[in-house]
């Protein structure tokens, strides 16, 4: 191919943070803005004791996390009508489409490494504000 680059290979540390829509602070990672990344995006994410996201979905993407420390619960579902609690060494899949609300039900702070196939991140978050109240939290 005359022109173009060969890939390269990249380390990052999670350092530099950005607001994300969903109402947290996140990690820069993995993405197309630092790395080139074309298909993935991997982060991680610090939640606070009582944190909590706003409630979104990712329209066109599917989301994968490991749960590091701390404990947290995730509302899912068309209305939030669904609730999994989950711990340290957990996995969790969100298929794309699917509304979620993501919170920290501990005393001490949830940390957890995202990885999305959207290598953008945030193009596609929707905010769901119409969900907010079905929380009822």
């Not at 899912?76 to 609300?101: K, Q, S, T």
Request: glycine share 10%; proline share 7%; charged share 20%.
């Amino acid at each position: 191919m005359t022109g173009s680059s060969k890939p390269v290979c990249r380390r990052l540390r999670a350092s530099g943070q950005y607001a994300g829509k969903q109402g947290f602070d996140y990690f820069e990672g993995i993405a197309r803005e630092t790395v080139g990344a074309q298909g993935i995006c991997m982060h991680l994410l610090r939640i606070p004791p009582g944190g909590r996201a706003k409630a979104h979905k990712h329209a066109a993407h599917e989301t994968a996390i490991y749960v590091l420390e701390g404990t947290a619960a995730m509302l899912w579902g068309e209305r939030l009508e669904h609730r999994m609690e989950v711990g340290p060494g957990d996995m969790i899949y969100i298929p794309a489409d699917v509304p979620h609300l993501p919170m920290n039900t501990g005393s001490t702070e949830a940390v957890a490494v995202i990885a999305r196939t959207d290598p953008h991140e945030q193009e596609s978050v929707q905010l769901l504000p119409e969900l907010e109240a079905l929380a009822g939290i």
